[in-house]
């Protein structure tokens, strides 16, 4: 089961105070674990797409950005090891997850992960996402006296067994305000009044994942935001998922603004 090729992320470091995280970007899905899998893992449809791009700017903020290699079929980084569920009450996907968001099966009758395997894939790529990333605010807040994480995630505008209806196209968390002081929020809050084609929530049915839970500790100097982009505000929703540049260009314009300003 060792992938010993590709490591579980990618890491780029700036010299601001902003670290940008994305758990869910990676394609990477070993051999091992595809031949177990049914058809339905293959096209990655749970994948966060193309949020490097999308996020290019991030070099010229000269942030830090930390990126996930593998697929969010293998583990999801933005669970707790535990698989505690961040939503109690509502169906979510696991830590390891055995189906789709559009619930289906992910593994071959009897090929699921135990709890063994489950223990192994938490050590060769939860782990040392999770080191990393601690161990890079820490470093940026040494330089600054404070440092700044923002999870960067998207996903289909429709998915019934997460949300009713359509999603909004911007949808920010910050824990009900335990991760990010009020300040910070409200100063992004109204930049996207600012974007009047985009419909914006705080707090909404993305409250913010393990990531921002975990590492969003304001009164400590580390301020944490969470932005669950609806993909239709820069790409196709369906198969191949591509990136639709018009569509992106005119929401970066937007974004480069509110990540600056969670910057400052």
């Not at 096209?43 to 930390?66: G, N």
């Not at 393990?210 to 580390?222: E, K, L, V």
Request: charged residues 25%; glycine residues 6%.
């Amino acid at each position: 089961m060792i992938d010993r090729i590709l490591p579980a992320f990618a890491l780029r470091q700036g010299k601001s105070p902003l670290l940008i995280s994305m758990p869910h970007v990676g394609t990477e899905l070993p051999d091992a674990y595809a031949r177990r899998m049914t058809q339905y893992a293959a096209p990655l449809d749970d994948t966060d797409w193309h949020l490097e791009k999308l996020y290019a700017f991030a070099t010229e903020l000269d942030a830090s950005l930390i990126v996930a290699t593998h697929s969010r079929y293998i583990i999801d980084l933005n669970r707790p090891p535990d698989n505690s569920n961040l939503y109690p009450g509502r169906d979510t996907t696991a830590l390891c997850p055995l189906d789709t968001f559009d619930k289906l099966a992910l593994y071959q009758p009897g090929q699921e992960p135990n709890d063994t395997e489950i223990a192994q894939r938490v050590e060769q790529y939860w782990r040392p996402y999770h080191d990393a990333l601690a161990t890079e605010l820490q470093r940026l807040h040494s330089l600054h006296g404070y440092a700044r994480l923002w999870d960067a995630h998207s996903i289909r505008s429709t998915i019934p067994r997460l949300f009713e209806g359509r999603l909004p196209d911007l949808n920010f968390g910050t824990a009900d305000g335990a991760s990010c002081r009020p300040e910070l929020a409200d100063r992004i809050m109204a930049l996207t009044r600012q974007a009047q084609e985009y419909n914006a929530v705080l707090n909404g049915r993305f409250k913010g994942g393990y990531i921002t839970r975990r590492y969003g500790n304001p009164d400590h100097g580390i301020d944490a935001i969470q932005l669950e982009l609806s993909q239709m505000t820069y790409m196709e929703e369906r198969p191949p998922y591509a990136y639709d540049e018009d569509k992106a260009g005119a929401l970066q314009h937007h974004l480069r603004d509110m990540v600056r300003a969670f910057m400052a």
